[in-house]
């Protein structure tokens, strides 16, 4: 009897031990959050990014969208072994200045509530990995893709204030998918998942623009 419960003891004991190893081990196989991922980061280029920082202040946009979000390289960083977060070069720092302000008044007018920016600057190496096109805006520094909440009315306020403003903010517009954007200031034009006119979600009911873009 004594024997047959140290056995029952010891499995019990044993059960306990390797629930304690799975647990630990997911706890520090644990995928890190994106906040995780710029904190582990950042530390490395302190100075870089408070210079950075000080460029949009000083140009009356740096409270638009957060560094963490702003430094952010690609979607596929992972797969093209690339940095998740990138300081884009700082001769190209005065083009992301229009592309935030528009940012900046589409969220005051509620045409964007709560975007999260997902990619910015893009180096040639890490477009080509992502699928960039070879001319790709974010190349230059002046188109931000972002994740956000879509519903048809929230759709349909961003494409009216595509129409109605874009021309003069030379606005591009794409959609990779409803709650995936691209936005840049370097041309006025939209487009959807095929990278053309045809599938824009702004211009199904309109009069065919431009064939071709550049994301």
């Given at each position: 009897?004594?024997?047959?419960?140290?056995?029952?003891?010891?499995?019990?004991?044993?059960?306990?031990?390797?629930?304690?190893?799975?647990?630990?081990g997911?706890?520090?196989?644990?995928?890190?959050?994106?906040?995780?991922?710029?904190?582990?980061?950042?530390?490395?280029?302190?100075?870089?990014i408070?210079?950075?920082?000080?460029?949009?202040?000083?140009?009356?946009?740096?409270?638009?969208?957060?560094?963490?979000?702003?430094?952010k390289?690609?979607?596929?960083?992972?797969?093209?072994?690339?940095?998740?977060?990138?300081?884009?070069?700082?001769?190209?720092?005065p083009?992301?200045?229009?592309?935030?302000?528009?940012?900046?008044?589409?969220?005051?007018?509620?045409?964007?509530?709560?975007?999260?920016?997902?990619?910015?600057?893009?180096?040639?190496?890490?477009?080509?990995?992502?699928?960039?096109s070879?001319?790709?805006?974010?190349?230059?520094?002046?188109?931000?893709?972002f994740?956000?909440?879509?519903?048809?009315?929230?759709?349909?306020?961003?494409?009216?204030?595509?129409?109605?403003?874009?021309?003069?903010?030379?606005?591009?517009?794409?959609?990779?998918?409803?709650?995936?954007?691209?936005?840049?200031?370097?041309g006025?034009?939209?487009?959807?998942?095929?990278?053309?006119?045809?599938?824009?979600?702004?211009?199904?009911?309109?009069?065919?623009?431009?064939?071709?873009?550049?994301?």
């Amino acid at each position: 009897m004594r024997e047959q419960r140290t056995r029952v003891d010891f499995k019990t004991l044993l059960s306990l031990i390797l629930l304690a190893v799975f647990l630990t081990g997911c706890v520090f196989f644990k995928k890190p959050t994106d906040a995780e991922r710029y904190a582990a980061w950042s530390g490395k280029y302190g100075d870089e990014i408070l210079a950075y920082q000080s460029f949009l202040d000083e140009q009356s946009v740096g409270d638009i969208i957060p560094l963490s979000q702003l430094l952010k390289s690609a979607r596929d960083w992972k797969k093209c072994k690339a940095e998740p977060f990138t300081i884009p070069p700082k001769e190209l720092w005065p083009n992301i200045v229009p592309t935030l302000q528009v940012i900046k008044k589409f969220k005051s007018e509620g045409v964007l509530i709560n975007p999260i920016a997902a990619s910015v600057y893009r180096d040639p190496v890490l477009n080509a990995c992502a699928g960039g096109s070879p001319g790709s805006k974010h190349m230059q520094l002046s188109a931000i893709d972002f994740d956000i909440d879509a519903t048809p009315e929230s759709l349909e306020t961003l494409c009216n204030a595509w129409r109605n403003q874009g021309a003069e903010l030379k606005l591009g517009l794409g959609f990779y998918t409803p709650t995936r954007i691209h936005l840049d200031t370097l041309g006025y034009r939209s487009w959807g998942s095929d990278h053309t006119h045809k599938s824009s979600l702004c211009l199904l009911n309109e009069v065919p623009m431009e064939s071709k873009t550049e994301l």
